[in-house]
């Protein structure tokens, strides 16, 4: 009798979006719905079997995302395209899979990651906007986008930013480098995008918080080179709250992506 050959072993690439208000970030937790749970459930009940799905990276509760990146192996013979059609047929309206493509057999969502893009946006009105509300952080004081523009500019290249991590973060090297970190002002919102080859936990929500206090001139844009020379996080601005953040991109160089740095 003549046994049928094992499928061979593939690598699926997602790239995903998703609301993360109502989720207790990515990670999966035994008790919290999480955006990796809620994709892994979907994904197993494609394969038929208990099935990893890998991130790029964690996001923090109430965390957004355009472009994480996900990863996982299958011995399937589903096509690029069902597993679009079936996972999002499968997962809640909060989120979506808006790429599948096939790649290597050793790619890693977060191994293979070269760089990523943040950005954090603000409100900048005297009232609120219930449209957004969601999606940014509302400041009702004037901010000057100019001078929070310098400061962003002098956090660009190689530091260590220990200054501007979470006192629980369990990483032991603090030095980051960040190809770009820049202002921009549209109206009533202000972004700040940051782009660089690896973040440490609340990094960029404390980056925005501590433009937020050069913006309000709490303190000149001189003052973030002296936060960094300090690596004292108290010295440094509040935490921005997670809704105003959302990872806009994962750099992938076998997808055909181009890293700034």
């Known amino acids: 009798m003549c046994s049928v050959p094992e499928a061979k072993q ?3 690439h997602l790239r995903v979006a998703y609301d993360g208000t109502d989720y207790a970030g990515w990670q999966i937790q035994p008790r919290d719905p999480t955006v990796q749970g809620r994709l892994t459930e979907a994904v197993t009940e494609m394969e038929g079997q208990p099935t990893k799905v890998y991130g ?3 996001t923090d509760a109430g965390v957004h995302a355009r472009g994480q990146g996900a990863s996982f192996g299958t011995h399937s013979t589903i096509p690029a395209n069902g597993y679009l059609l079936g996972l999002n047929a499968l997962l809640p309206d909060d989120i ?3 790429e599948v493509t096939e790649v290597d057999a050793d790619f890693h969502a977060r191994f293979s990651a070269r760089g990523k893009h943040y950005r954090y946006t603000l409100w900048n009105a005297p009232t609120r906007q219930p449209l957004i509300t969601r999606f940014a952080w509302h400041r009702w004081k004037p901010l000057d ?3 929070m523009a310098r400061a962003a ?6 530091h260590d930013f220990d200054a501007f991590r979470a ?3 369990e990483r032991d090297n603090a030095v980051r480098r960040l190809w770009h970190v820049g202002v921009t002002r549209h109206s009533d919102l202000i972004r700040i995008d940051v782009e660089g080859t690896a973040f440490l936990k609340y990094m960029v929500r404390t980056i925005a918080g501590s433009l937020v206090e050069v ?3 709490k303190r000149p844009p001189g003052w973030i ?3 960094l020379a300090s690596r004292d996080r108290r010295l440094a601005g509040p935490t921005a709250p997670p809704q105003g953040l959302c990872l806009e991109r994962v750099y992938y160089p076998e997808l055909g992506d181009r890293p700034p740095g």
């Open 10 to 12: 593939r690598s699926i």
């Open 56 to 58: 790029a990276g964690r």
């Open 96 to 98: 979506a899979v808006l």
């Open 145 to 147: 986008d100019e001078a």
């Open 153 to 158: 500019g002098l956090l660009e290249g190689e």
């Open 167 to 169: 006192a629980d973060c």
């Open 215 to 217: 913006g309000l001139g």
């Open 225 to 227: 080179t002296d936060v």
